[in-house]
């Protein structure tokens, strides 16, 4: 079931019982990355997957671009299909996601999964590579200047292991819309450093990285875990930034442990 209206849309990917997983997919792509982690979650966990504004089946972002916008609109979306609680996981630009959330929805991230993602901010180089990029999607009007991104997000295992995983990131990235490409690299330039939230935060924390992962490695991966209480690191073999798609059984596994712990 997909619940859309003006909302972000959400998708039910599992029907379940207790506390519901929350799934918020990373750039440029929509919750179709997640299908391969769902399916392996334990049986009994409610899982969703959120569309970000102007990826997948969501509507337009806000005039501004901002993460913030977009946590809110993931809480709204799932308050508007009754869950008032859930293990929010995010991947990569969904772990800044997860962060916003945790920061300013307490109450509804009980437990927080960050997979393949960092919580420091852009460096100014990277800040100005994404405003070209935005730059570029808005006026050429396509998704060319990502389409050459799965080189960069996988890892050397996949790229000759698993070598229909290229065509499969490239079919999702060519199916999203340059407006969402745009709006989502303006977001990101935009987000601040949150690891003082990770030192905050009450509930649960799973760090996931893939081994090959060159875009947010190891090392920003060891730097949330030292900055949170009670954090897991969970290293996945044979795996790059992608290690939801390259390796989902492994990363399934690490987020069922971390929802076992959550529902208590
Ligand atoms: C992603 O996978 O979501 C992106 O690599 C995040 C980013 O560009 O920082």
Redesign the pocket.
Known sequence: MTTTDRSLALHTLRHGHGLPVLLV?????DHRMWLDVAAALPNGATVLAVDLPGAGQSPHGAEHASIEAAADGVVAAARAAGVERAVVVG??????VALAAAERHPEFTVALGLV???STA?TDE?RAN?LRIADAVTSSATVDAVLG?PGA?LGATSKVARPALTARLEEWIRSQRPDGVAW??RA?AARPDRTEVLARFAGPVTVVVGEEDT??PVEAAEHMVAAARGTSLVLVQSAG??SAVEEPAAVANALGDLWATAKG
């Open positions: 997919h990373g750039f440029p792509f991947m990569s630009m969904g772990g800044y393949d993602t960092k852009d990277a994404r991104m997000l989502a690299q990101m875009l947010t930034h992608m």
